[in-house]
């Protein structure tokens, strides 16, 4: 018998391609790398004296990866030279791109880790982390000429500018020419121009700004890097500013404008040269959303999908979740499954509802493609705390660490103000708080044996069943028949011996 049946050939794990997404495109390589980041590179290792560096790549990036990775090798093992520092290229993340995979470096032991591309800048804990961003061709003066098409609406208005990863570089201070000492001893200030707004005039956007404010008429006018770094000072805005981004409609978009009130939103892309306006929140979005919101009060089983292990504070918002749940009587399972998709989580049927944990870029799913939906941490909060009862957020809350109690958003959860009783407005039925009956089936469960724990008695005159087996009763398949006394007995002979790529009688 053929062993291809039971595993993949080593040959098509090499050669497999990763499926990317339509708006994933390998970008040229002079576009994600250069000598001014390899300086920003070198100062940052050999200042810090980092011996185990992991470079994280996302899938598009992974056919420049080896040739970066060389690159950084030539430069710490000249030739005839020998060097203590190794090298190590993730690819395939545990749950997404966008995060610093921190579970995939402990395996090699890294002492530190540079990140390529996009990136959530969720804070870390156990590695120090480099962020290298592409650097994507910009033409101010056709942004300027496109500008003017929106002067009307921006006159005598604040404007805020976002500018997506990849243009970022607009406001870097290049150091193209500085020499390698100097560089190791700048290399804090080099990183810190990188991600931050600069005031100065040291960069082509800058330069501009005068001019910007003068044809389009605007009050006031703001350039933001967007993600920004962990430690940057949020500035707050301004009543109903106008909103530009500069960079695709992407995930970055979404998360940055569903969590910015703004009265208008613009989107410039600077591949197509084109400006147009985008309303995120649409009447369409917010039906769907608070579709999902009944859903997670209907749901008898909450699946709680843990997206994250580095993201600061995801232990305290499950357990924030679990308390809540329970109040209302639903049971919660904790998933992991890494990145997930519509096949993984099917196989979790009695789970009426999910709700995902993780990163702000990672938050927001949309649950057509599943067989359950997916709510994210505050769609459940708004489902589950009685404190949210009539209350409309002014924008969208994509980072959980905002619901917990040091957050800006966070609203204290007292079980007692659970209502007893109310309607879904997805079904019509009565919803009842059952949180009194499964601590009262709890405790009974405790006492009784396990040939007693059958059926037990709910505390409202209600039989239920109480033993997990009897979840899966109504499945169709059930696992393989072992037709006990049906079969003749079967001769023995001598089994495989082996490991399944080589068994010793092939």
Not at 16 to 24: F, S, V, Y
Not at 132 to 153: C, G, K, V, W
Not at 334 to 361: H, M, Q, T, W, Y
Request: glycine share 4%; proline share 5%; aromatic share 12%.
């Amino acid at each position: 018998m053929s062993t291809l049946a039971f595993f993949t050939p080593a040959e098509e794990v090499i050669q497999r391609e990763a499926d990317l997404d339509k708006d994933e495109i390998t970008p040229p390589f002079e576009q994600i790398w250069s000598a001014t980041l390899l300086k920003i590179c070198w100062g940052w290792i050999r200042h810090n004296g980092y011996k185990r560096v992991c470079l994280q790549f996302p899938d598009h990036y992974l056919p420049h990866s080896n040739e970066i990775s060389d690159s950084l090798k030539a430069l710490f093992k000249p030739e005839g030279a020998t060097t203590d520092i190794k090298f190590f290229v993730l690819a395939d993340t545990s749950y997404g791109s966008c995060c610093v995979d921190e579970i995939a470096a402990g395996h090699v032991e890294a002492d530190s880790l540079i990140h390529f591309g996009n990136a959530c800048r969720s804070r870390v804990s156990r590695l120090p982390v480099l962020y290298m961003y592409p650097h994507y061709p910009f033409d101010i003066q056709n942004f300027i000429d496109r500008l003017t098409t929106i002067a009307e609406s921006v006159n005598s208005k604040v404007l805020y500018i976002y500018l997506d990863i990849g243009y970022h570089h607009l406001l870097d201070k290049r150091v193209d020419e500085a020499d390698e000492d100097s560089l190791c001893c700048m290399y804090n200030l080099l990183h810190t121009l990188y991600y931050y707004i600069i005031t100065c005039y040291l960069n082509i956007f800058n330069l501009n700004l005068d001019k910007l404010k003068e044809k389009l008429l605007c009050k006031d006018l703001f350039v933001e890097a967007y993600p920004p770094a962990e430690d940057a000072i949020e500035q707050k805005l301004t009543s109903d500013p106008i909103c530009l981004f500069i960079g695709t409609e992407n995930a970055r978009f979404s998360n940055l404008s569903l969590t910015t009130k703004a009265s208008q939103w613009f989107i410039y892309d600077p591949l197509k040269i084109s400006l147009y306006e985008k309303n995120p929140l649409t009447a369409q979005y917010m039906r769907r959303r608070y579709y999902y919101i009944e859903k997670c009060k209907d749901a008898q089983t909450l699946g709680l999908i843990v997206a994250t292990l580095t993201a600061e504070g995801y232990l305290k918002i499950v357990s924030h979740l679990q308390e809540m749940a329970k109040a209302r009587g639903i049971k919660t399972q904790i998933i992991s499954v890494g990145r997930i998709n519509p096949a993984k989580l099917a196989n979790f049927l009695e789970i009426d509802c999910f709700v995902l944990i993780g990163c702000p870029f990672n938050n927001v799913y949309n649950s057509k493609d599943y067989y359950k939906p997916i709510v994210s941490v505050f769609e459940a909060e708004m489902a589950l705390n009685p404190a949210w009862h009539m209350k409309y957020p002014d924008t969208y809350v994509t980072d959980f660490k905002k619901l917990l109690p040091e957050g800006e958003k966070f609203l204290a959860f007292i079980p007692a103000e659970s209502q007893e009783q109310d309607v879904s407005l997805v079904s019509g039925r009565v919803r009842t708080n059952n949180a009194g009956g499964i601590e009262e089936e709890g405790a009974a469960a405790d006492a009784l044996s396990e040939q007693q724990q059958a059926l037990v008695g709910k505390g409202k005159m209600e039989v239920m069943t109480t033993n997990t087996g009897l979840t899966f009763e109504d499945r169709t398949w059930k696992g393989l028949d072992p037709a006990l006394g049906c079969t003749e007995p079967a001769k023995l002979e001598k089994g495989l011996s082996g490991i399944p790529t080589n068994y010793t009688h092939e």
